[in-house]
């Protein structure tokens, strides 16, 4: 609830063009009086508000300013996601309310504990932190209520690891990772906090090469997915700088001469170019672009190699083997990558370019 009396008996005498003076004859006061209540040292009695209201052609609440709070469940919710980025401390007490109506509520116990670990950070304040895991720990329990896609039972895992480690509880918090480490989510934030809390460097270097493969793929495939989106818009250049970049990328992480698993990303990339070229209209760069790419993967076809053991910064134990959904082939994927952009004809002239 909020009140604006003080306010609203100003704005309002002004409003008549009146002084306090004025204002204290009709109502039979002094001016202290009036001057009391527009700057908020106290308040008129009832029957003056009435009369107030009454003089101002409006009603009380209008005049008081009244406000009645949203208390709905709804409310409470975008209320607190209102504080969700920010270090605001009044997001702590806005929590404590709702959390106090709505204790075995997920949505209300994950906002919260979001709210209690952004501002324990942000404000250095360890209890606040300490509220924020517990907080988690209870949102697992209620997950089962939880409707938004971006929250699981792991992006928990990750928030309470991560309060684990703001605490100084580093082995606590990455053995919370290990445990919950499902298909190598958590490698990148394992290998990092190994190395950098708890000095372990060789186990970091394990995490960190799995994390660096599976950067390669990803970076593959978001250039892929820009160049899509490219050349749908028929934004050529656009496409033709992703793809460089690309390139540029994939030729800068090779060790050795030898032919390897980076030649079939390669040869996929520099095919797609070609492509790009092509509907740019530029056959001259398109044709040199094409050969490459083909003369890439039917060398790696000749002799394949699919270990990833001889990439920059990738020095985990044990075969380290890259598979994509593209085929085993470099050639066979040119094509099947080829065909995603939906374009027979273009593709045909491309492949028939002498």
């Known amino acids: 609830m909020e009140m604006r009396l003080s306010e609203n008996i100003k704005k309002y005498r002004k409003e008549r063009k009146m002084t306090q003076e004025q204002l204290a004859e009709v109502l039979g006061v002094t001016v202290g009086a009036v001057y009391k209540w527009e700057a908020g040292i106290c308040f008129p009695e009832l029957r003056l508000i009435m009369k107030l209201a009454e003089y101002f052609d409006t009603s009380v609440d209008v005049l008081i300013g009244y406000e009645m709070t949203d ?3 709804k409310a409470i919710k975008e209320r607190l996601k209102k504080y969700i980025g920010s270090a ?6 806005e929590a404590d309310k709702a959390l106090a109506k709505y204790p075995n509520n997920f949505d209300i116990v994950y906002l919260g504990a979001l709210i209690y670990h ?5 404000l250095y304040k360890k209890e606040y932190t300490k509220k924020a ?3 988690f720990e209870k949102s697992l ?3 089962d209520q939880n409707t938004e896609p971006s929250v699981s039972d792991m992006s928990i895992y990750n928030q309470m690891a991560q309060t684990k480690i703001i605490l100084g509880r580093y082995k606590e918090g990455i053995e919370l990772l290990k445990k919950h480490n499902k298909e190598g989510v958590f490698n990148d934030i394992i290998g990092y906090s190994l190395a950098a809390y708890l000095k372990q460097y060789d186990e970091a270097k394990n995490y960190l ?5 599976q950067s390669y793929r990803n970076t593959t495939e ?10 749908a818009k028929g934004e050529y250049g656009k496409a033709e700088d992703a793809l460089n970049w690309g390139i540029n990328l994939l030729e800068s992480l ?3 001469d030898k032919m390897g698993i980076l030649d079939k990303y390669l040869s996929v990339t520099l095919a797609i170019l070609a492509y790009v070229y092509m509907k740019s209209g530029d056959k001259k760069k398109a044709l040199a672009t094409y050969k490459k790419a083909l003369k890439t993967a039917e060398q790696f076809d000749e002799n394949p190699d699919y270990n990833a053991g001889n990439l920059k910064f990738v020095e985990a134990e044990g075969p380290l083997i890259i598979r994509d959904i593209l085929g085993q082939k470099a050639v066979e994927s040119m094509d099947k990558a080829l065909e995603l952009f939906d374009d027979s004809d273009t593709v045909s002239r491309l492949k028939g370019l002498k």
């Open 141 to 143: 329990l209620l997950i």
């Open 209 to 213: 090469s799995w994390t660096m493969i």
């Open 118 to 122: 952004i501002v324990g950070v942000a």
């Open 71 to 73: 208390n709905g469940l």
């Open 222 to 231: 978001i250039v892929f997915g820009y160049v899509f989106i490219y050349c």
């Open 133 to 135: 895991y517990e907080l």
């Open 88 to 93: 605001d401390e009044a997001g702590i007490e």
């Open 254 to 256: 090779k060790t050795t």
